[in-house]
């Protein structure tokens, strides 16, 4: 069973930058590969962004790539979210979810979520 906790979110203007963390309990995370979704109001929840258990393979999605970056730290059970260079496109719930092993792009892949964290990017 694995909990996560997101934290980060907030309001910044389009050009700005935030981080967004999750934070994951029990002591098998560091076997879950991790990835990052979003869903604004009246979409479906996309794919951001995922990470390997190893954390030598990440993915992207087209609109982020070069803008956002994922890592993590295994020895503190958290995944990060760098977001750069933000858009009002950006604005989204953002959801950390795991899943063993390997990351997919697919969010019913996934077995655990998080509660979300809200990122508003005002233009």
């Known amino acids: 069973q694995v909990q996560l906790v997101e934290s980060g979110g907030g309001l910044v203007q389009a050009g700005g930058s935030l981080r967004l963390s999750c934070a994951a309990s029990g002591r098998t995370f560091s076997s879950y590969a991790m990835g990052w979704f979003r869903q604004a109001p009246g979409k479906e929840r996309e794919f951001v962004t995922g990470i390997s258990w190893t954390g030598r393979s990440t993915y992207y999605a087209d609109s982020v790539k070069g803008r956002f970056t994922i890592s993590r730290d295994n020895a503190k059970n958290t995944v990060y979210l760098q977001m750069n260079s933000l858009k009002p496109e950006d604005t989204a719930v953002y959801y950390c979810?795991?899943?063993?092993?390997?990351?997919?792009?697919?969010?019913?892949?996934?077995?655990?979520w998080g509660q979300g964290t809200q990122v508003t990017v005002s233009s």
């Open positions: 979810a795991a899943r063993s092993l390997f990351a997919t792009r697919r969010p019913n892949d996934y077995d655990y």
